[in-house]
């Protein structure tokens, strides 16, 4: 008896141990899954967050009677900010104090280096009247008598007992003489430029009306030494057919190509990449309303976008778009400023309500599709192309600045504005942007955006190129696409291959025979996926390509050799059929299967020749327009089926098998057969569990990343088609995040699509279990 109390009690302890530690594991499984969800957004947050624009530093200048302020600029880190003013003076100012450390001590506001620029002897008493700026840092000072010079703000770091100074100087790329932008050397009115290490281009209009193009083509390298003078260039000197006698604004494309002239509101776009004539290429004249007009030009980096502001606060974007009649300039997108003026219900009042909307300047980015835009009423606006987004708006400052500039790494801006206080002062204000992600939207993720040079909107992945003029495309469309194509192609394979096989091994074969098919198919589950992949990819691709008619032709003799071999071996006489043991007899489809498939081999070529013209794949792309890749959804289909097989295999043959024998035994007993018992009992009362291992089957399709990745050509696009590949989610994230730079917004969407594929999955689980639950329910009292 103390021997039976004993034994109950150690049961007891091991049970509840056994049963604390089962709810451990699974409190900790939900745990851990409700970590990786939260982190999954703390990561993908970031690229949803709006931008924000905050101030940091305000410096007063201190100016000469009648000075102003033309342009201003900054160094990438926003240590020293420089201001240039119409008397030629260029002033550097710290913006952060150094180090204690340092042996010399600056604060911020303090100045920290002057020049005068028109030092050269073709500049005497000269004042410049306006700065043209370009998409690097060379600025072009025109002065009121028509002379030009070419300078270069710059910094250098330099390192002194482990602190870093950075230090302001002052190139000139061409040397300090006036450049000779006009042959017969009229002032110009305006005037714009660009260049790159080899030439530059300048388009002005002069004061007696003419438009030039000219070219100065460099021997060396501009820029290769700090003044210029042993660069020695060619001068080219163009006219320009220009049919109007004003010109608002002129803007050249950073790689030289296309010069945008404004004439009130009508833009002409001139290509400038012959030699000998700048020709015509477009004429843009938007559309306006009544008493509106165009206002504001600027390029968008890239050199494809065009920027037209106008005087109700709107910014269009054009750019070129290939069509039937030839490659035309579209306005593709437009932006609303959407000012919060208040409205007056006097007429004069909304005059000047609509005066004050009116875009006065367009800043755009160095190296992204963002831009700014500044109202007549100092109201600022942020927006992204290609996102459509409104990312901000606010007032800096009171009135219209006297100099404007985004920082180089577009973290930052300088304005600088009038003092309200004293004339004679300027405010020098400094802002931090936090706007790390403009490209990133939910419509940009999910819905078409049309991308300059493509032909209309679209859904395109494409996240890395070799050129700084290129813009990522971040459409999670594509990749998800893919990703239930490949498992809806696997699954086709797959389903009826292992249910059938399951329904046979649980309900028809014999014991012995089942203890060793069951585990032979088990063990296929062990096979790495990525020896899956590499035979797919460089074994069953090339094969497939070169006897495609055998592959298709295999579709149609498998199941009819397979029917004809169990009608025949149905119709043997008794006698012959005993001697074969009843284990062994399944066995008779594998020659059968190895000869079909041989036969199908063989006839290949000759269908090929016959019926396809020698190549199917030629007809398949000429004659019927299917595109074929040689790693397409049919590989992928067979490879990742192969793959599932054996997981749909076990759990439907674990239910079917553990049907209770008292229900097929009563349906036999009752007269039906075994197929009507196996339909009508044993299928309904496993239909739970087999929907289980489907849907397990399919969350193992939707993650599966070698496969994909080495068995298709990873092209993101849109296209059931079966001899078209993919790229799926996983395989986009394994492929691309090992080059992803952390905290990018290459970096947090590849965290996204890792959000939705856990979304893909939770839901196919989900779905798994409620159905499940419901057959549970209906057929549990079988």
Do not use: C
């Not at 920027?307 to 437009?334: H, M, N």
């Amino acid at each position: 008896m103390a021997v039976l109390i004993s034994s109950t009690r150690s049961r007891s302890i091991k049970n509840s141990l056994a049963k604390w530690l089962i709810t451990f594991g699974g409190i900790s499984v939900l745990f851990t899954l409700v970590l990786i969800f939260l982190y999954l957004l703390y990561v993908v947050k970031p690229i949803f967050e709006s931008a924000k624009i905050e101030s940091k530093v305000n410096i007063s200048l201190q100016l000469k009677a009648n000075e102003k302020i033309l342009a201003t600029g900054v160094d990438e880190l926003q240590e020293l900010v420089y201001e240039i003013t119409d008397a030629g003076n260029i002033d550097f100012y710290h913006l952060k104090a150094s180090d204690p450390q340092a042996k010399t001590q600056f604060a911020v506001g303090e100045h920290s280096f002057s020049a005068y620029l028109l030092a050269g002897d073709d500049f005497k008493q000269e004042r410049v009247v306006s700065i043209a700026n370009s998409f690097t840092a060379n600025k072009l000072l025109h002065t009121a008598s028509g002379k030009t010079l070419l300078v270069q703000p710059s910094f250098y770091a330099e390192y002194s007992n482990d602190i870093r100074k950075i230090i302001p100087q002052v190139n000139y790329p061409l040397g300090q003489g006036s450049l000779v932008i006009d042959e017969q050397q009229i002032p110009l009115s305006q005037l714009a430029f660009a260049m790159d290490d080899e030439q530059i281009v300048f388009v002005a209009f002069t004061d007696d009306k003419r438009l030039i193009k000219t070219n100065f083509i460099a021997d060396d390298e501009f820029g290769s030494s700090s003044n210029g003078d042993d660069v020695e260039y060619e001068t080219n000197y163009q006219l320009i057919d220009y049919p109007v006698d004003v010109v608002d604004e002129i803007k050249v494309t950073p790689d030289l190509s296309l010069a945008f002239v404004r004439s009130g509101s009508t833009v002409r776009v001139y290509s400038l990449t012959d030699e000998e004539e700048v020709s015509l290429k477009a004429t843009i004249t938007p559309t306006l309303n009544d008493n509106t007009y165009l206002t504001a030009m600027a390029l968008l980096s890239g050199s494809s976008s065009v920027l037209l502001g106008d005087s109700s606060g709107r910014v269009s974007q054009w750019f070129e778009v290939a069509t039937d009649s030839g490659r035309q300039f579209k306005q593709i997108r437009a932006f609303t400023t959407g000012n919060s003026d208040t409205n007056n219900s006097n007429a004069n009042d909304d005059s000047k309500n609509k005066t004050s909307k009116a875009i006065d300047a367009i800043y755009t980015e160095q190296f992204r599709k963002s831009f700014y835009t500044m109202t007549t009423s100092g109201m600022v606006n942020v927006f992204y192309t290609t996102s459509s987004a409104h990312l901000w708006q606010g007032q800096l400052t009171s009135s219209q600045p006297a100099a404007f500039a985004i920082a180089p790494r577009a973290n930052g801006l300088i304005i600088i504005g009038n003092d309200p206080l004293d004339a004679n002062k300027r405010i020098l204000q400094t802002f931090s942007v936090h706007n790390e992600h403009p490209e990133v939207t939910w419509q940009a993720l999910w819905q078409e955006v049309w991308y300059e040079g493509y032909p209309e909107p679209d859904y395109i992945w494409q996240s890395s190129s070799g050129s700084d003029d290129f813009e990522a495309k971040f459409s999670l469309v594509p990749i998800s696409f893919g990703t239930i194509k490949a498992a809806l192609y696997a699954m086709l394979f797959a389903v009826p291959v292992a249910l059938s096989a399951a329904i046979y091994t649980a309900y028809f074969m014999t014991p012995s025979l089942r203890k060793k098919v069951k585990p032979t198919i088990e063990m296929m589950e062990a096979l790495p996926t990525v020896i899956l992949g590499f035979l797919a990819g460089l074994w069953l691709a090339p094969l497939m390509e070169e006897y495609l008619p055998a592959i298709f032709l295999l579709f149609i003799l498998l199941p009819l050799a397979t029917v004809l071999t169990a009608f025949s071996w149905h119709k043997l006489p008794n006698k012959i059929k005993d001697k074969l043991p009843e284990s062994l007899a399944p066995i008779l489809l594998i020659p059968v299967i190895m000869l079909t498939t041989y036969v199908a081999f063989a006839l290949s070529p000759q269908l090929e020749a016959i019926l396809f013209n020698g190549d199917m794949r030629q007809f398949l792309t000429n004659d019927l327009g299917i595109n074929f890749d040689q790693r397409n959804a049919l590989v992928v289909g067979i490879a990742m089926g192969f793959a599932v097989i054996p997981t749909i295999f076990t759990m439907a043959e674990d239910a079917i098998f553990s049907v209770p024998g008292h229900l097929t035994n009563g349906s036999l007993a009752l007269g039906a057969t075994q197929w009507q018992t196996l339909v009508g009992v044993v299928l309904l009362t496993a239909s739970p569990g087999i929907f289980s291992a489907v849907m397990m089957g399919l969350g193992r399709a939707v993650g599966e990343t070698m496969i994909v990745l080495m068995a298709t050509g990873n092209t993101p696009i849109l296209d059931w088609s079966i001899f078209q590949g993919m790229r799926t989610l996983a395989a986009n994230i394994a492929v691309e995040m090992p080059e992803a730079e952390v905290g990018s917004s290459h970096y947090r969407i590849l965290f996204l699509a890792a959000f939705v594929l856990f979304i893909f999955t939770f839901i196919f689980n989900t779905a798994a279990e409620f159905v499940r639950q419901r057959l549970r329910e209906k057929y549990s009292s079988m």
